[in-house]
C-alpha cells in the first residue's frame, strides 16, 4: 500500500530536549516536505526536499533542522524544542515537485511543555 | 508573490443544502497549479482534486464541483446537497513551483472549516 508514514503520532516532552520525527515514505516519490498546522493559519511549510542531499527551508524553518540522506526518509529534528513549537506536524511527498498530488503521513501532535 | 485566502473561516448548513467554498489566489506566473484538500475530524489531508493554470474547464465529480476563474483568480469548490460526511477543514492550495526560479513551495490557504448539521 502507497503511504507516507510518520511516528510518532504523539509525543509530549519537555522544553530543550531534542527529539526526532521520523517520516518515511514506499512511493519512490522525489519531492518531501514538512508543515506544521496551526489554529487559523492553515499549513505552513518548515521545509522541502527535492531529492537525495537536497534540502530547502520553507516559510517557517526556525528551530527545526531535516535531512534526506536517502530518497524514502525525511526525518524532523527539533535541537531544542520551545513551547512556540508545539503544534500538528505533517510530513507529505509528492512525486517530483509539489505541482503534483501530495500524499500526506497520519500527523504529529507535539506538545513541548 | 503567491498567496492563497480563503476568507471563510467556517460555514454552517443544514443537510441537503448545496454550500460554495471560495479560494482567492495571488501568482505571478502563468504556470501554475491549484489543489484542494480536505481534513475530515480524524485528521487527515485527503486529495479532492488538481487544476492547472491552462484548464479552465469547471470540473464534475459526483456531487462536488470546481468552478476555476483566471479572470478573477479564484477556484472555488461547490458541494451539492451537502451530507453530514462532508464536515471538514477544506484547504486550497497553490503552487508554481518551477525549476527556472528555482521556487519549489506549495502555499496554502488558512482553510474554511464546514460544518454540516443533521
Known amino acids: 500500500e502507497a503511504q507516507v508514514t510518520q511516528n510518532p503520532r504523539y509525543l509530549i516532552t519537555v522544553t530543550g530536549k531534542k527529539l526526532t520525527v521520523t517520516c518515511s515514505q514506499n512511493?519512490?516519490?522525489?519531492?518531501m516536505s514538512w508543515y506544521r498546522q496551526d489554529p487559523g493559519l492553515g499549513l505552513r511549510q518548515i521545509y522541502y526536499?527535492?531529492?537525495?542531499?537536497?534540502?530547502d527551508k520553507g516559510d517557517v524553518p526556525e528551530g527545526y533542522k531535516v535531512s534526506r540522506k536517502e530518497k524514502r526518509n525525511f526525518p524532523l529534528i527539533l535541537e531544542s524544542p520551545s513551547p512556540n513549537q508545539t503544534s500538528l506536524y505533517f510530513c507529505?511527498?509528492?512525486?517530483?515537485?509539489?505541482?503534483?498530488?501530495?500524499?500526506f503521513g497520519q500527523g504529529t501532535r507535539l506538545t513541548v511543555v | 508573490a503567491q498567496k492563497v485566502t480563503q476568507a471563510q473561516t467556517e460555514i454552517s448548513v443544514v443537510e441537503k443544502e448545496d454550500v460554495t467554498l471560495d479560494c482567492v489566489y495571488e501568482?505571478?506566473?502563468?504556470?501554475?497549479?491549484l489543489f484542494w484538500y480536505k481534513q475530515p475530524p480524524s485528521g487527515e489531508l485527503v486529495f479532492l482534486i488538481r487544476?492547472?493554470?491552462?484548464d479552465e474547464q469547471n470540473e464534475i465529480s459526483g456531487r462536488y464541483s470546481w468552478n476555476f476563474q483566471k479572470s478573477t483568480s479564484s477556484f472555488n469548490f461547490t458541494i451539492t446537497a451537502s451530507q453530514v460526511v462532508d464536515s471538514a477543514v477544506y484547504f486550497c492550495?497553490?503552487?508554481?513551483?518551477?525549476?527556472?526560479?528555482?521556487?519549489?513551495?506549495?502555499?496554502w490557504g488558512a482553510g474554511t472549516k464546514l460544518i454540516i448539521k443533521p
Open positions: 526536499s527535492m531529492n537525495v542531499e537536497v534540502t
Open positions: 492550495a497553490l503552487s508554481e513551483a518551477s525549476y527556472m526560479d528555482s521556487n519549489y513551495q506549495l502555499i
Open positions: 507529505a511527498s509528492s512525486l517530483s515537485t509539489p505541482n503534483t498530488e501530495a500524499f
Open positions: 501568482t505571478r506566473d502563468t504556470t501554475y497549479y
Open positions: 487544476r492547472n493554470s491552462f
Open positions: 512511493m519512490n516519490h522525489e519531492y
